[in-house]
C-alpha cells in the first residue's frame, strides 16, 4: 500500500504547481495589512487587559488563595 501524499504526488495532483506568485506590491500590501492587524489584536488585549484590572480594582490584591 502507498501512502496517499505519494500517491498525489504521482498524479500530479492539484498542488504540484508553485501556486500564487505575488507581485512586489501585493508582498508589501499584504505585509502592511498583516502588521496592522497584528496591532490591533495586541492592542485589543492591553484594553482588555487594562479594563479587567480597573472593573477588579484594589480588591485584586485584598484576595484569600
Known amino acids: ?3 496517499a501524499s505519494e500517491k498525489m504526488k ?3 495532483g ?4 508553485p501556486g500564487v ?3 512586489e506590491e501585493q508582498a508589501r500590501s ?3 495589512r498583516n ?3 497584528g496591532a490591533t489584536i ?3 488585549a492591553v484594553l482588555f487587559y487594562a479594563v479587567t484590572i480597573v ?3 484594589a480588591a485584586i490584591i485584598n484576595r484569600t488563595i
Open 1 to 3: 500500500m502507498t501512502d
Open 10 to 12: 504521482s498524479q500530479g
Open 14 to 17: 492539484a498542488f504540484s504547481g
Open 21 to 23: 506568485v505575488l507581485t
Open 30 to 32: 499584504r505585509r502592511q
Open 35 to 37: 502588521i496592522a492587524i
Open 42 to 44: 495586541g492592542l485589543l
Open 55 to 57: 472593573k477588579f480594582g
